[in-house]
């Protein structure tokens, strides 16, 4: 083979390959840049998400403040406002705790002397005492003024501040006066037929301290041979007291429950339409 024809062959291999390998390095390096432009776009765009992201978290956070801000100023308030209201039916239930005990002591401090004297003397010997000469000026002071005593208006206020005070504090001030009027009533009637009947012994009274008292009280006031209007008083300011104790501590149930007290209610007002519809309450014009 001629040597030109050798020289051409090889210019045109090492042609090829330089062309070969110049595609090759040409085809790499715009691979090279067509992926560093990829990767710096999508850096830049990478970029301006994180900080859309971080602009949208920045204005969350601060519309959260902004909202737990309002959100304790309305707590704030509302707690502001509800412990005035409490504070303020706290004070109202105070007042009418003590309106309501000094309606009571005033009770116990009327009791006319008779009753208190009789309380002391067993049944089957007080209608000797009508007839007494020393005992006749204590009972010529028991009459109707006397009774009407016990509805003053220290009792009447007891009555207005009642949605203040408890059912159970009601209800025991509400029956103690009702029995302290209806044993005026009886003592009265005594007065004027000339024979008291044992109020102990009264159907409606022990049904309604039946309810007040508890077994062993009910059974301990019904063995009493004197004293017994002494220990009703006495039992009826203890559960009182009780109960006064208990709200005013926040205690929302106590001895006295919703259903007993009802249960007093109720007796205590059929007893006082009895007492009242009774025709003994007109005395005799002197």
Known sequence: MPESILTILSSL?????????LL???????????KQSIEHEYAQKL??????????????????????????????????SFAESHRAAHERRLAAIEITWKAIFKLRSVISPALLILDYIPSDKQ??????????????????KTLNEIFSEDGKEADVRRPFVSEGIYSLWSAYRSLIALIYVMTIAGKIEGKID????????????SEIMTTQEFEQFSQLI???????????????????????????????GLEQAQKISDIVTRLDQ???ADSRLSEPAV
């Open 13 to 21: 291999t090492f042609s090829g390959i330089l062309t070969a390998l």
């Open 24 to 34: 090759f390095l040409t085809r790499s390096w715009l691979s090279e840049r067509l």
């Open 47 to 80: 970029e301006t998400y994180k900080h859309a992201l971080r602009a949208e978290h920045e204005i969350a956070i601060e519309r959260l403040r902004a909202s737990n801000a309002q959100e304790r100023a309305v707590q704030s308030t509302a707690t502001s």
């Open 127 to 144: 209608g000797q005492l009508l007839t007494n000469s020393t005992m006749r000026e204590f009972f010529d002071k028991l009459s109707m």
């Open 198 to 209: 044992p109020w102990h012994q009264n159907l409606d009274i022990r049904k309604l301290l």
């Open 226 to 256: 004197v004293g017994r209007l002494q220990f009703m008083s006495d039992t009826i300011d203890r559960k009182i007291l009780t109960q006064m104790r208990l709200m005013v501590s926040g205690e929302e149930s106590g001895a006295i």
């Open 274 to 276: 009895k007492r009242q």
